[in-house]
């Protein structure tokens, strides 16, 4: 048996339009180069990347890995918003995550303007509410990898 290889969970692309600078290809391009036998792609509340990422994964013998990251209302922690990355394990997970991506933007999408980063950007970014994990989460125990 081989030993366990690094694999990155948690990557954003250019299509985290802040948040990411790098494109799908070198990405796959530089895991494959490091060895990685799969790679991530969370892009924030998007699979805008994914016919690319997926493409590029499989010409370079890299695994793609699908998911999302989100922003997420904890009881615990009031009106605060956490991240939460999502990743598909399988075809349902993958349906479950368009479907948590489209009732992220209905929920709370609006435009975070020059300081991304203020607390009132923050808290208006696309969220989804801790309810959706309950109901569709759980459907199958492999639908996503929380």
């Given at each position: 048996?081989?030993?366990?290889?690094?694999?990155?969970?948690r990557v954003h692309s250019d299509y985290s339009m802040i948040d990411g600078l790098a494109k799908t290809a070198p990405l796959v391009k530089k895991a494959a180069a490091l060895g990685m036998p799969a790679l991530a792609i969370t892009d924030f509340t998007n699979l805008c990347g994914?016919?690319?990422?997926y493409?590029?994964?499989?010409?370079?013998?890299?695994k793609p890995i699908v998911g999302a990251d989100f922003n997420v209302q904890c009881d615990l922690l009031g009106d605060e918003l956490?991240?939460?990355?999502?990743l598909a394990a399988n075809n349902t997970g993958y349906q479950n995550l368009t479907l948590l991506i489209s009732k992220a933007?209905?929920?709370?999408y609006g435009a975070a303007g020059a300081d991304h980063r203020s607390r009132l950007a923050y808290r208006i970014k696309r969220r989804v509410d801790p309810s959706f994990r309950r109901t569709h989460g759980r459907r199958r125990t492999q639908s996503f990898a929380w």
């Open positions: 048996m081989s030993e366990p290889r690094f694999v990155h969970l994914l016919v690319k990422f493409g590029a994964g499989h010409g370079a013998g890299i956490t991240h939460l990355t999502v933007y209905q929920r709370g």
